[in-house]
């Protein structure tokens, strides 16, 4: 009995050393836990935010667009009204060049950077999805992209023709007034392409929020998971405590 009495003592002792050991580290545990799962948010974050930075660009952007379309239906109304002048023609034909090479190439460029950058984030957030349920995001983003390049594709299209016309084409008859249609069709697909990025804008919002969220939740989750396990480690330590503590008794026993 003294022998049992005294390997129980010493199970005892080392099961409250390791045990009242391993409680702290629980807390070492959920601190490396939460500054990975922060690293981990942080990719799709910093994407999120960088693509909000661009869709305001975007929309600076189409608004310059807008503004240009309107010149040149403004300019081609009055050439369809009016008898011809070759001036007119002229003026209206570098308008449209101005605004191919100026407003509409740097929109068309912010566009590219806008779509990247969101398609990258949206990746990165259902990637991260798979092991965090709470991003789990439906891919409307990439459907928006997909209305807005079919848009964009569109403009691409008047603004080629337009382009190619010079001011003896501009001064034909009927040709002022196509160019006007052309534009107020343009007009429309950027109001459209406004509306679309104001939606992508929200989305990259509402990203945002639940890459918070997660990060919220895997705070919380991570400390109760510290909090049982240290729970745990205490409770197996006062068990072997009191292992420690029958053993000692057996030990005085006499056989």
Same mark, same amino acid.
């Given at each position: 009995?003294?022998?049992?009495g005294w390997?129980?003592?010493?199970?005892?002792?080392?099961?409250?050393?390791?045990?009242?050991?391993?409680?702290?580290?629980?807390?070492?545990?959920?601190?490396?836990?939460?500054g990975?799962?922060?690293?981990?948010?942080?990719?799709?974050?910093?994407?999120?935010?960088?693509?909000?930075?661009?869709?305001?660009?975007?929309?600076?952007?189409?608004?310059?667009?807008?503004?240009?379309?309107?010149?040149?239906?403004?300019?081609?109304?009055?050439?369809?009204?009016?008898?011809?002048?070759?001036?007119?023609?002229?003026?209206?034909?570098?308008s449209?060049?101005?605004?191919?090479?100026?407003?509409?190439?740097?929109?068309?460029?912010?566009?590219?950077?806008?779509?990247?950058?969101?398609?990258n984030?949206?990746?990165?957030?259902?990637?991260?999805?798979?092991?965090?349920?709470?991003?789990?995001?439906?891919?409307?983003?990439?459907?928006?992209?997909?209305?807005?390049?079919?848009?964009?594709?569109?403009?691409?299209?008047?603004?080629?023709?337009?382009?190619a016309?010079?001011?003896?084409?501009l001064?034909?008859?009927?040709?002022?007034?196509?160019?006007? =249609? /052309?534009? %107020? #069709? !343009?007009?429309? *697909?950027?109001?459209?392409?406004?509306?679309?990025? &104001?939606?992508?804008? $929200?989305? +990259?919002?509402?990203?945002? =929020? /639940?890459? %918070? #969220? !997660?990060?919220? *939740?895997?705070?919380?989750?991570?400390?109760?998971? &510290?909090?049982?396990? $240290?729970? +745990?480690?205490?409770?197996?330590?006062?068990?072997?405590?009191?292992?420690?503590?029958?053993?000692?008794?057996?030990?005085?026993?006499?056989?």
């Open positions: 009995m003294r022998i049992m390997l129980a003592s010493a199970a005892g002792l080392v099961g409250v050393v390791v045990f009242n050991g391993l409680a702290p580290l629980t807390w070492v545990l959920r601190a490396d836990l939460r990975r799962a922060r690293d981990l948010l942080s990719i799709p974050d910093m994407g999120l935010e960088a693509a909000g930075a661009v869709t305001g660009a975007a929309a600076d952007w189409l608004g310059e667009a807008s503004a240009g379309i309107v010149d040149i239906k403004g300019k081609a109304d009055e050439l369809a009204r009016a008898p011809v002048l070759d001036a007119a023609a002229t003026d209206l034909a570098a449209v060049d101005t605004f191919v090479t100026g407003p509409y190439a740097r929109l068309r460029s912010v566009y590219a950077g806008l779509r990247e950058r969101v398609l984030a949206s990746d990165a957030i259902r990637g991260i999805g798979r092991a965090v349920p709470v991003l789990a995001v439906a891919g409307v983003v990439a459907d928006r992209f997909s209305e807005i390049d079919a848009r964009m594709l569109e403009i691409d299209a008047s603004m080629t023709a337009l382009a016309l010079r001011p003896a084409d001064a034909e008859p009927g040709v002022a007034a196509t160019v006007s =249609e /052309r534009a %107020a #069709a !343009a007009e429309e *697909r950027i109001q459209a392409i406004t509306e679309t990025v &104001a939606e992508v804008d $929200t989305w +990259l919002e509402s990203g945002r =929020e /639940r890459v %918070a #969220a !997660a990060d919220r *939740r895997s705070a919380i989750v991570l400390t109760g998971g &510290a909090a049982i396990g $240290t729970g +745990l480690c205490l409770f197996v330590a006062w068990l072997n405590v009191l292992l420690f503590q029958q053993g000692r008794r057996w030990s005085r026993r006499q056989v």
